[in-house]
């Protein structure tokens, strides 16, 4: 069975405070790993795709990397904006599956 | 910008009865999901939908839930006689041909059964 674990459950941060969130996976073929932000009472919304150990993705102030059995997402110098929940989720096996595994998410708070 | 609409956004049920949850995916998207997440706990998985039938489904997924898209613009997710562990915020959510795991997610319905 496929298992997401997120690290920490929660961080708060000052403004302009660099950090990392942590995502761990055993899965069996990976082939996604994917990044979602969540708002209160919102749907999640999708941040970035990466495919294979040693990809690297960004927008603005968020930068997703992957390793064969972790993943990082790296917030510089973070606003209150980036106050969400982001949550890590995988697609494994092969052919058509659509399955989505999703870990508990953590969730950021960014303090003025 | 495109974005997938749900409706209701809140339903309130009693055990027992059925409910017929909407969305309206993206129009030009093909691949379609339903998803719950129960209060305070994590977004999961219940069953995806391509080329007019189910692809895959997980273990929630039982007799007592189905899905159609009975025209060309609806997605729909009917629980068939709700049980009180029902209770959940249901997102629909669809992604176009590449993309994986570009999905785009609704606002939810929240369905409270009591």
């Known amino acids: 069975e496929d298992q997401v674990t997120q690290s920490p459950e929660a961080l708060r941060l000052q403004e302009g405070e660099s950090s990392s969130l942590n995502c761990s996976y055993t899965v069996s073929g990976l082939r996604g790993l994917f990044w979602y932000r969540q708002d209160p009472g919102k749907g999640p919304e999708f941040l970035f795709t990466?495919?294979?150990a040693g990809e690297e993705k960004e927008k603005e102030r968020l930068k997703a990397t992957l390793t064969k059995k972790e993943s990082f997402l790296h917030i510089t110098a973070p606003k209150p904006e980036d106050s969400a929940t982001y949550l890590c989720?995988?697609?494994?096996?092969?052919?058509?599956?659509?399955?989505?595994?999703f870990g508990t998410g953590t969730k950021l708070q960014v303090i003025p | 910008e495109p974005e997938v609409t749900q409706t209701p956004s809140h339903q309130v049920t009693q055990m027992g009865q059925e409910v017929i949850l909407r969305c309206v995916p993206i129009?030009?998207?093909?691949?379609f999901y339903w998803y719950r997440q129960i209060l305070g706990q994590k977004v999961e998985f219940l069953v995806s939908f391509y080329n007019n039938e189910i692809s895959e489904k997980s273990e929630i997924f039982d007799d007592q839930f189905s899905v159609e898209r009975p025209d060309g613009s609806n997605f729909t997710l009917k629980i068939r006689s709700t049980k009180l562990e029902d209770s959940a915020m249901y997102f629909c959510a669809s992604r176009g041909v590449g993309g994986l795991g570009e999905q785009y997610f609704g606002p939810g319905t929240r369905l409270t059964v009591t």
């Open positions: 129009s030009n998207h093909l691949y």
């Open positions: 990466l495919y294979s």
């Open positions: 989720a995988v697609q494994a096996g092969s052919g058509g599956y659509q399955k989505v595994t």
